[in-house]
């Protein structure tokens, strides 16, 4: 007697079908965008970058004080700290601050700040302070927090003329935050078009760009930017400063990307779509933004992502040799500099708060970088 087996069919919750029926039919960018809400790293790096540019577009609302308000009594003063508990031992819902008075070390004779328990002032927001212009256009003076007149609140502490630490930084996040994507945008559209020009079409074309980037890339980063940073005249305003450091930026970082846009247009040229395409009568042009691009266009996204990095670390260098953004404009390559000399370090650690934005910036970049990398990549499941 003949013995027949009936395998029962597993049973697969419809939500889930869907589910997988969705990601099967999803794009590319549908597919990065579902593996990386996966990467929690990523995730938090992008909040925190969010943050961070936010702040800078609102910085002059955010700041408590602008770039030219200094106080002589208050040179190098430490971080004033927030209190809810007076002296008294009572217990206050608003946040305050106490005054700081300076005295003389007994040992030491060096300058110290101590603080006046008898005089307290009530952090406040939406507080009146110096004018500025909202978003560059509606002129305000509105700050997002500040304390009681006459007195004076510094989160971080103050530099050497008296200015507060807290509001240099964010009001220096405007330039080391934005000179990073405008170089690397200028670099992307060159490497992408210098480099795919170089790989789809080859021959002797191929070589002469290959030798002028061969050229560029055999010189030393630091004394480049030497002879670059030389070349701009002295005294000019800041804004035109701002633009030719940007124009550094892309004159240098534009070889590494044609690198690799080169490789890429030399691999995808010889696919068979490819050919089709051409065989029917497809314009090279269209070949390039229509077929060849789609093919690699999340690596492109992904390495621009991790070049940024390398942008804000060259834009911190640069002004911290002097080379960049110079005083009494401010970046945190600028705050920096400032901070250079040992005593800074010795006797006011504070002044190199600025470094840790920059290392916090360099690292969300870095592992969104990651992130993106993972997303892009095919053969990851």
Do not use: C
């Amino acid at each position: 007697m003949k013995t027949i087996t009936v395998f029962k069919r597993q049973s697969v919750p419809r939500h889930k079908r869907q589910k997988d029926d969705n990601l099967y039919y999803s794009s590319q960018w549908r597919l990065m965008y579902q593996r990386l809400k996966k990467h929690k790293l990523a995730r938090v790096s992008l909040f925190i970058l969010a943050l961070f540019y936010l702040a800078a577009i609102f910085a002059q609302f955010i700041a408590p004080y602008d770039l030219q308000s200094y106080d002589s009594k208050y040179v190098n003063a430490p971080p004033m700290k927030l209190h809810f508990i007076d002296a008294d031992g009572e217990f206050h819902l608003r946040p305050f601050v106490y005054e700081l008075k300076s005295g003389r070390d007994p040992v030491t004779f060096r300058k110290i700040f101590v603080p006046d328990k008898s005089i307290k002032y009530s952090l406040r927001f939406f507080v009146e302070g110096e004018s500025y212009r909202f978003l560059g256009i509606i002129p305000t003076s509105t700050h997002l927090f500040g304390v009681d007149q006459p007195g004076r609140l510094f989160i971080f502490g103050t530099d050497g003329m008296g200015r507060d630490l807290f509001s240099r930084i964010v009001l220096g996040s405007q330039i080391s935050l934005s000179i990073p994507l405008i170089g690397v945008a200028i670099s992307f559209v060159l490497g992408l078009i210098i480099g795919g020009i170089s790989g789809y079409f080859g021959g002797w074309i191929d070589s002469v760009i290959q030798r002028i980037i061969e050229i560029i890339r055999s010189f030393p980063t630091l004394p480049l930017w030497m002879a670059l940073s030389a070349a701009i005249p002295p005294r000019i305003p800041v804004v035109t400063m701002y633009l030719y450091i940007v124009i550094i930026f892309a004159f240098i970082g534009w070889t590494e990307l044609a690198r690799v846009a080169r490789g890429k247009f030399i691999s995808l040229k010889n696919e068979e779509y490819v050919l089709a395409a051409k065989i029917a009568g497809v314009s090279d042009t269209k070949i390039i933004i229509k077929h060849l691009l789609p093919g690699f266009i999340s690596y492109l996204v992904v390495a621009t992502t991790l070049a940024i990095p390398g942008m804000i670390l060259g834009e911190t260098a640069m002004s911290f040799l002097g080379l960049g953004i110079r005083s009494p404009a401010t970046s945190w390559g600028v705050l920096l500099q400032e901070a250079q000399q040992i005593d800074n370090v010795a006797l006011y650690p504070w002044k190199l708060i600025p470094l840790g934005f920059v290392i916090v910036t360099v690292l969300t970049f870095n592992f969104l970088g990651d992130g993106l990398r993972d997303a892009a990549d095919p053969y990851k499941r």
